[in-house]
């Protein structure tokens, strides 16, 4: 079993909105940071934001009018939204798990899911 | 906004010993991650707060950190280390990615 796993629709049309959900089969989702990174093709990687089990998000600021991330402790998921999506938001999309113990350092992703965003 | 500069690519021969440098203001002062990156494949942390390595990866790979330059080693460098490499920091509790460096072992 992946320990994180990322599900959504692999398409969504411009100016829609993007919807994927990470489900973590790994350890507690309460003693956490959770993130989520893209990556466009053929470019570098891109922190979208991140999510505590308590609710508290921060997120990228050249994003942040577009991105709701929300968590569901009981169902062990968390989810990103990012609306009015364009061609420029086509990406490979990890959720990953960020160490609090010291550092703040991902060392745990998900395989990652493209979603082209295409009319 | 917090900028990470790393060389496009670095380019060794089998055996011998790759450096990468990311550079940011202060990044001394900062705790600095470090991913390797295979085609298709997601990243994987290889040296954590700056010169810490994750239980598996191998002792050939190092980090140090001071003023404005952190800086990745791969020692005695295999076929198997090809591959895109970043380095990552936290700065007002946002996570910047440097741009990345391709590693190309001849």
């Known amino acids: 079993q992946v320990p994180l796993h990322e599900s959504g629709p692999s398409l969504v049309k411009p100016s829609e909105t993007l919807s994927l959900t990470c489900t973590v089969s790994d350890g507690s989702i309460s003693s956490h940071y959770w993130s989520w990174i893209r990556q466009s093709p053929g470019k570098g990687l891109e922190w979208i934001g991140y999510i505590y089990y308590d609710g508290t998000t921060n997120y990228n600021p050249s994003l942040k009018s577009r991105i709701t991330i929300s968590i569901d402790t009981s169902k062990k998921q968390f989810s990103l939204n990012l609306s009015s999506v364009t061609a420029a938001d086509t990406a490979v999309y990890y959720c990953?798990?960020?160490?609090?113990?010291?550092?703040?350092?991902?060392?745990?992703w998900g395989l990652g899911t493209l979603v082209t965003v295409s009319s | 906004s917090y900028d990470l500069t790393q060389p496009l690519s670095v380019s060794l021969a089998l055996g011998q010993t790759a450096t990468i440098t990311c550079r940011g203001d202060k990044i001394g002062t900062k705790n600095v991650h470090w991913y390797q990156q295979k085609p298709g494949q997601a990243p994987v942390l290889v040296i954590y707060r700056d010169d810490e390595r994750p239980s598996g990866i191998s002792e050939r790979f190092s980090g140090s950190n001071s003023g404005n330059t952190a800086t990745l080693t791969i020692s005695r460098a295999q076929a198997g280390d090809e591959a895109d490499y970043y380095c990552?920091?936290?700065?007002?509790?946002?996570?910047?990615f440097g741009s990345g460096t391709q590693v190309t072992v001849l």
């Open positions: 990953a798990r960020v160490d609090l113990s010291s550092g703040w350092y991902t060392d745990l």
């Open positions: 990552q920091v936290w700065h007002n509790r946002a996570a910047v």
